[in-house]
């Protein structure tokens, strides 16, 4: 069975005491899973070390939410691959659509931060997505093509199998967001597929994409039916332990229950 990868990125919301209680209650969450799900969190820079053993122990995935390209230096602010790589992360968010637009972050930054990232075997969580007006001017694909080109520009295929993408349309995120039809995730997460096996002939067939985006109680099971999505990447649906459990119960059981369509 195929692993679904199913998580969520805190953004600045959770402070280290709440990011522990909520690790813990998915600590126990986990334990009961009996389906292919691969759990991971995204806690702001100052809950990793203290989460990290949690994690560790309960084989949930742990990421940052952002770093820079380099080493070391002199980048005030910043946060290196090294010193991540230190902590013991498994996996780096880049490019969500927050970076993009408060912080001015690009493909050809992320791009440089994905090839980082895989120098210390930390996985690349890279987002991409349309915002509104480019889905009026319906040039959707386009903008997402070039975005998998440019973030994922000089891979080999070894690395490209280390990467995970997140397709979270702008239009559809957070408070604002409008949840997208299953259909159109659908139209979109083929054409990603298309055009990943395009990039990367061996393993672009293997590279999981993760639809976010208002996922919610009432949509999750449509879109995770979908035959190119791999996983899901929720926000606020999330944030809550309850909530989650909600929804990676009900998953959980669906997937058990009903293997063969995501085979
Ligand atoms: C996000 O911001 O990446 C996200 C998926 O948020 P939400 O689920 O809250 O729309």
Redesign the pocket.
């Known amino acids: 069975m195929k692993k679904i990868w199913i998580g969520t ?1 805190w ?1 600045m919301t959770k402070t280290i005491e709440e990011g522990i209680q909520f690790t813990k209650g998915l600590r126990e969450i986990s334990e009961a899973v009996t389906s292919n799900l691969q759990l991971f969190i995204i806690p702001s820079h100052t809950s990793l070390v203290p989460i990290k053993p949690l994690t560790t122990a309960a084989n949930i995935y742990l990421g940052a939410q952002n770093m820079h390209w380099e080493d070391s230096g002199p980048y005030t602010g910043e946060i290196s691959p090294r010193m991540l790589a230190e902590i013991g992360i498994d996996m780096i968010e880049l490019g ?3 970076r993009r637009q408060y912080f001015n972050e690009n493909d050809e930054a992320i791009n440089k931060k994905v090839h980082a990232a895989l120098n210390y075997s930390i996985k690349p969580l890279v ?1 991409i997505g349309e915002n509104i007006d480019q889905k009026k001017q319906q040039i959707s694909k386009e903008t997402l093509a070039a975005q998998l080109k440019v973030c994922l520009q000089n891979l080999s295929e070894e690395q490209a199998k280390e990467v995970l993408i ?1 397709y ?1 349309p702008v239009w ?4 604002q ?1 409008i949840p997208a039809d299953a259909s159109y995730v659908a139209e979109i997460h083929d054409f990603l597929r298309n055009t990943l096996e395009g990039l990367f002939a061996e393993v672009g067939s293997e590279i999981p994409i993760l639809f ?5 109680h009432d949509n999750f099971l449509d879109y995770i039916e979908l035959e190119n999505v791999n996983g899901l ?6 944030w809550n332990i309850e909530s989650f459990q909600v929804i990676l119960q009900q998953l959980d059981s669906h997937l058990a229950s009903n293997v063969s369509p995501i085979l």
């Open positions: 990125n953004k969500h659509s927050e987002c997140a979270e559809a995120i957070g408070e967001g976010g985006g208002s996922v919610n990447f929720i926000g606020r649906a999330a």
